[in-house]
C-alpha cells in the first residue's frame, strides 16, 4: 500500500492550503489516518488524525485554524491548512492504519513541504 500526499508548497502568513494524502493497493479497510510534521532540529510531531468514523482530534497549535478531513471512497484523507504561521513551516507526512490480505499495517506517505514565509 502506497500514500501519495500533495499539495505543500510556499505560503505567506496568514495563507492557507490543502493537503491531500491518497492510498493506493490491496486495501480492504483503513482505520485512523492521520498527519504529522516535522520542522528543522524538531521531532515529529501529530497535526491531527481522523478515524474511519470521521472523530477528529488536532493538536493545540493548530485547533481552530486547520481541519482534517477524509473521503473514504478514495481512501483519501485532507489537511485544510488556514492562517498558516511560519511556525508551521515543515515538512507534512501523512500516515494510515490499513487492512490487508496478511492483516493490519500501517504506512507513510513520502512527505510534503510546507514553507510558510514572507
Known amino acids: 500500500v502506497q500514500l501519495q500526499a500533495s499539495g505543500g508548497g510556499l505560503v505567506q502568513p496568514g495563507g492557507s492550503l490543502r493537503l491531500s494524502c491518497a492510498a493506493s493497493?490491496?486495501?480492504?479497510?483503513?482505520?485512523?489516518m492521520g498527519w504529522y510534521r516535522r520542522s528543522p532540529g524538531k521531532q515529529r510531531e501529530l497535526v491531527a488524525v481522523?478515524?474511519?468514523?470521521?472523530?477528529?482530534n488536532l493538536a493545540d497549535s493548530v485547533t481552530g485554524r486547520f481541519t482534517i478531513s477524509r473521503d473514504n471512497a478514495k481512501n483519501t484523507v485532507y489537511l485544510q491548512m488556514n492562517s498558516l504561521k511560519p511556525e508551521d513551516t515543515a515538512v507534512y507526512y501523512c500516515?494510515?492504519?490499513?487492512?490487508?490480505?496478511?492483516?493490519?499495517?500501517?504506512?507513510w506517505g513520502q512527505g510534503t513541504l510546507v514553507t510558510v514565509s514572507s
Open positions: 481522523i478515524t474511519s468514523g470521521g472523530r477528529t
Open positions: 500516515n494510515a492504519d490499513w487492512r490487508g490480505p496478511s492483516g493490519w499495517a500501517e504506512s
Open positions: 493497493g490491496s486495501i480492504f479497510a483503513i482505520n485512523d
